[in-house]
């Protein structure tokens, strides 16, 4: 079925709450449903429309996989309690490093997370609910960046042919597919959730695979962590579309107190984009690139150096991986 864009200027977003609403509540019927929450403004956004829909009959999780950002486990779930949404976190690092283990290719780490989410841990967690639908954060981006080859989002099953009824046990619902991001934030607002989750900073759904080129392991995956805390403490204050910090694969030949220091190499980008579709790279204050620079080689173990990119979207994409 093809997918026809909303556009932000056609979006009447009470109208599309109250549609959308409806349509949830009609497929899931009386029975339960259930979605996992990042934090991010689209899986937060599909939270509020599934229990707006559903009320208690919509199961909230957030998948401990190991690869999100320092803390978010405990503040995702702190925010929503706010907001009357239980939250239940789920452990499944042991899943997804598994399934990560010796893989080098972005499309093999992306169909890797994609079978560790749907069919081992959500395909488990439905099993235990007796759900029979997942609610899902796909915005129109995601599909069409998928249909056209040029990067896999992992959250894209039935554009790809996969039934995932038959491959995993659950029907999947979309509410946010014909959105893009600027248009999601819109109705996030309308929904009430706060501005620090509708105007927050993208987050990919991979989470830091998605900054680590190469094979992934849980100490690669910390230093990307670590680094990305100082990148968004010192770019906090930016205009800035999204900024993050990625790990390159190759070590290169530093030097410490005088002696030589085989490290580990940090490439930066931020970027300013309206949709994610184009970009450009920010044009940030060398001191603001110095800083980070002497933050990431001191408080960082094993980096060596630090670069900066200063590539379009195109030919560069915004995310590495």
């Known amino acids: 079925m093809e997918i026809k864009e909303i556009k932000l200027e056609e979006l009447d977003s009470e109208k599309f ?19 996992a929450l990042s934090g991010g403004v689209d899986s937060s956004t599909v939270t509020m429309l599934g229990h707006k829909a559903l ?21 995702v779930v702190s925010l929503f309690e706010k907001l009357g949404v239980r939250v239940e976190i789920v452990d499944a690092r042991k ?22 989410f749907y069919r081992d841990v959500f395909s488990r967690i439905v099993k235990e609910s007796g759900a029979k639908h997942l609610l899902h954060g796909t915005i129109y981006t995601d599909v069409e960046e998928t249909v056209a080859g040029i990067k896999r989002q992992h959250n894209i099953l039935a554009q790809l042919g996969i039934d995932t009824q038959k491959e995993y046990g659950y029907g999947v619902l979309e509410p946010l597919v014909e959105l893009r991001k600027p248009a999601v934030r819109r109705v996030a607002k309308a929904l009430g959730l706060p501005e620090e ?18 094979e992934v392991t849980p100490e690669r ?20 579309f999204q900024y993050f910090a990625i790990l390159h694969p190759d070590k290169v030949t530093g030097m410490r107190d005088g002696k030589r220091d085989y490290g580990l190499q940090i490439e930066v980008r931020c970027w300013d984009s309206k949709d994610a579709v184009t970009g450009s790279p920010t044009e940030l204050p060398y001191e603001t690139l110095s800083r980070l620079a002497e933050r990431i080689t001191s408080e960082v173990p094993g980096v060596v150096s630090v670069t900066y990119n200063i590539t379009k979207k195109p030919p560069s994409t915004i995310e590495a991986v």
């Open 221 to 240: 995956i910390e230093t990307v962590r670590k680094t990305t805390k100082i990148v968004e403490e010192e770019l906090s204050n930016t205009v800035a």
């Open 17 to 35: 709450i109250e549609a959308k609403t409806k349509e949830i509540g009609s497929t899931v019927g009386d029975g339960l449903a259930i979605n």
């Open 95 to 116: 899943n997804f490093f598994e399934a990560l283990k010796d893989l080098t290719d972005p499309e093999e780490k992306r169909e890797a997370i994609t079978r560790a």
């Open 197 to 214: 989750i509708y105007n927050r900073m993208p987050f990919p759904g991979p989470a830091l695979v998605a900054r680590v080129i190469g």
């Open 55 to 75: 009320g208690d009959r919509l199961k909230t999780y957030f998948i401990e996989n190991g690869l999100m950002r320092e803390g978010e486990p405990q503040r």
